[in-house]
Every structure is written in structure tokens, then in C-alpha cells.
């Protein structure tokens, strides 16, 4: 077991998932970044400060997202939590389709892997495998876990992923409104059956998506297309409907960020990224925040504090 004072630095990408027609299997690391210290105690308090996003709405007890990734991953492997000070700073949004549950429950687990380093080795397959039973789904934290582009699925196994490297020349956008959606409410609005038609359409823009981010970004509007729930869900997101398909009209491949309301923009460099902020800021009633950013190819890390830099 490891001993109290053992201090370890968690750092998390933002995620954005389904990417248009990917719906539940493609995700994308994002340069932002959630940042947790995590030190255990000598006793069996549970001490949390959260500064930055969400600083007003998490819990500060047990309840907390990353203290359940941490219980999560203590149970699996027939350990008992200590008492932890956990100091996080979240700098991804809530509530805006980026990946931030995901980000938490990979932190969590994290950090866990970090104070049982020495007695308890907790692998990549069984990392993934604890946040997909949180998370439901892997398309999220696959990325937040491996960095890059993931391809994640289920077989009979469990939960599996893909990661492969993005082309230099995709420049991701994302552009962040005020308003908030959850994934759960979004889900209501997706059909229980799609047209053999709608079905085929996906499937190969799907395919065509891989080879557009990874080879030819020149692909990536038509690639993006998507006819199984970014169309559903438009009456819930009206505002961002209205500015996917005026970024789209204009050449842009934007769609929604995960279960949304951001919109994330597949730019073809730096200067096209210019060009859909001022678009963006002509078409909505209503302020986003634009967020210029690099794919993340490194994934979530933890280290001793002692080997933190600055």
C-alpha cells in the first residue's frame, strides 16, 4: 500500500465525441486541460478544493465524480481508500458537449493508478475498462485516456479502442456558447430506428471520416455529414442547428461537440479558423466563446508531485 504524503499530478485532455457521423465510436483530445494534485492522508477525511469551471456546482463530498472514479478503481482491484486532499482546477466546460464527465472519471481513475503504484499495477485495458462501466459508453474516455483520434468499440471482451495519429493539417475549433445541454436529455431526442438508407449514409462518411483526418483534410465537409442525431437533436440546440449550418453553407466542417450545445470546427489551418470565429460571431444571437486548439496526442498523464514541472 502506498503511504500518506504520496502526492500524484493528474492531467486531463477535453474530448470531443462523434465527430458528425461517428454517433458513439469517434472521439478527439482537445488541448484543455483538467488538473488534479491528489496527496493521501493519514487518517480517512476526504478534503476537496475545486477552483475554475464548475467551482460552484460540484459536490465537495463523496459524490464527487473524481472520488468515485477513485472508489471505482480501488474496489476492482480489492482495496480500500484512504483519505485523500484533493485539489482540482477544471479549465473544460460543463454542460457543453467537451468531454468533462469523461475527463473527471478518467482523473479519478488516474489518480488511483498513481497512489497504487508499487502494489497494484492498473493497466490500460482495465483503465478503459472502469471508465466505460462509469461512463456507459467509451467514445469519451478513450480519448481523454490515449490522446489523439480513437475509434472505440465493445465486443465481447469489453470496451476496445483504436488511436491513430491526425493529419498536421486539421486545425480544430471549438466555439462554446453560454448554455448548457446534457448528454442524458440530448439521448432523448435520437430515434430507435433509422432508414437501411440513413444507415449506409453513415457508415460511409464514417469510413470517409478516418481517411479525411488522418490522410486528406481536403475530405473533411462531406466527410462530416451525419444523418443519425445531430438532425434529431436540432430542436433542442436551435442556436447551435442555426450556426452548424451556417459554418457548413459557408465550406466550414463544423458539427456538434459530442452531446453539444459547443460546436466543434474541423479547420484546414489557422486562417480558415479565423474566418468561422467572424462568421460565427455575425450569425447567432447570442455570445460563443471561440476556442482555437491542437489536437491532444498524449491522452490523460499522472506523475509523483516531485516530478512536476514549474
Do not use: C
Amino acid at each position: 500500500m502506498s503511504e500518506p504524503g504520496r502526492t500524484v499530478v493528474v492531467r486531463v485532455p477535453a474530448t470531443s465525441a462523434n465527430l458528425g457521423p461517428g454517433f458513439d465510436t469517434l472521439g478527439l483530445a482537445l488541448s484543455v486541460y483538467d488538473e488534479l494534485t491528489v496527496t493521501q492522508l493519514d487518517d480517512d477525511r476526504l478534503v476537496i478544493d475545486v477552483t475554475g469551471q464548475g467551482t460552484e456546482d460540484v459536490p465537495r463530498d463523496a459524490s464527487h465524480l473524481v472520488v468515485q472514479a477513485i472508489d471505482h478503481a480501488y474496489r476492482a482491484v480489492g482495496r480500500t481508500r484512504p483519505g485523500i486532499h484533493l485539489r482540482a482546477h477544471n479549465a473544460i466546460p460543463h454542460g457543453r458537449g467537451l468531454g468533462s464527465s469523461g475527463a473527471a472519471v478518467v482523473s479519478g481513475l488516474l489518480a488511483a493508478k498513481g497512489l497504487l503504484e508499487g502494489d497494484v499495477e492498473l493497466g490500460p485495458e482495465l483503465l478503459l475498462k472502469l471508465a466505460t462501466e462509469m461512463e456507459g459508453h467509451p467514445d469519451n474516455v478513450a480519448p481523454a485516456l490515449f490522446g489523439g483520434l480513437t475509434i472505440a468499440w465493445v465486443d465481447e471482451t469489453g470496451p476496445q479502442h483504436k488511436k491513430l495519429l491526425v493529419h498536421r493539417g486539421v486545425a480544430p475549433l471549438v466555439l462554446v456558447p453560454e448554455f448548457t445541454m446534457s448528454t442524458k436529455e440530448a439521448r432523448t431526442y435520437d430515434p430507435l430506428q433509422v432508414t437501411r438508407e440513413d444507415a449506409v449514409f453513415n457508415v460511409s462518411r464514417s469510413a470517409l471520416l478516418i481517411a479525411a483526418l488522418t490522410q486528406s483534410p481536403e475530405l473533411l465537409l462531406a466527410a462530416t455529414e451525419d444523418k443519425l442525431h445531430q438532425s434529431y437533436r436540432a430542436q433542442a440546440m436551435p442556436e447551435t442547428d442555426r450556426l452548424v449550418q451556417a459554418l457548413r453553407r459557408a465550406g466550414f466542417a463544423a458539427v456538434v461537440s459530442g452531446a453539444g450545445p459547443s460546436v466543434l470546427v474541423l479547420a484546414d489551418g489557422p486562417g480558415r479558423r479565423l474566418e468561422a470565429t467572424a462568421l460565427a460571431e455575425s450569425v447567432t444571437g447570442s455570445p460563443w466563446e471561440a476556442l482555437p486548439l491542437a489536437v491532444d496526442f498524449l491522452g490523460g498523464t499522472v506523475r509523483p508531485a516531485e516530478a512536476a514541472i514549474g
